[in-house]
C-alpha cells in the first residue's frame, strides 16, 4: 500500500515556475514507478511525465518536454515536477501516482488527491 500526498500548487503568472512535490508513505516507494497526470476543467485526465523506481527512465508528453523535469528522491519517499516556462494551458489539477510498473498510461495503482495549479496569463 502506498499513500500519496502532492504539494506545491497554486497560483503563478506565465512564464513562472513552480515544483510540486509528492510525498508517499509506505515501503514499496522505492520500487515504486511514478507519475504525474494533470486534469483541466472539462477535460480528461492526461499524462504529464513518469519515472521508473531507479531513475533510469524517464518520460515526458510532448508539450512539457523541456520545460518540465521529473526526478525522485528515494530517501525522502518523494517525487517531484520541476515546471518552468508555464503557460495558462498547463492550468489543471495535478496528480501524482505510484505503481509497480512504468508507464505513460493511468494504469497506476495508488494516486494523490491532487494539487491545483494555475497559471495566468
Known amino acids: 500500500q502506498v499513500q500519496l500526498v502532492e504539494s506545491g500548487g497554486g497560483l503563478v503568472q506565465a512564464g513562472g515556475s513552480l515544483r510540486l512535490s509528492c510525498a508517499a508513505s509506505?515501503?514499496?516507494?522505492?520500487?515504486?514507478?511514478m507519475g504525474w497526470f494533470r486534469q483541466a476543467p472539462g477535460k480528461e485526465r492526461e499524462f504529464v511525465a513518469a519515472?521508473?523506481?531507479?531513475?533510469?527512465?524517464?518520460a515526458y508528453r510532448d508539450s512539457v518536454k523541456g520545460r518540465f523535469t521529473i526526478s525522485r528522491d528515494n530517501a525522502k519517499n518523494t517525487v517531484y515536477l520541476q515546471m518552468n516556462s508555464l503557460k495558462p494551458e498547463d492550468t489543471a489539477v495535478y496528480y501524482c501516482?505510484?505503481?509497480?510498473?512504468?508507464?505513460?498510461?493511468?494504469?497506476?495503482?495508488?494516486w494523490g488527491q491532487g494539487t491545483q495549479v494555475t497559471v495566468s496569463s
Open positions: 509506505g515501503r514499496t516507494f522505492s520500487r515504486s514507478a
Open positions: 501516482a505510484a505503481g509497480n510498473v512504468f508507464a505513460t498510461t493511468q494504469s497506476y495503482d495508488y
Open positions: 519515472i521508473s523506481w531507479s531513475g533510469g527512465r524517464i
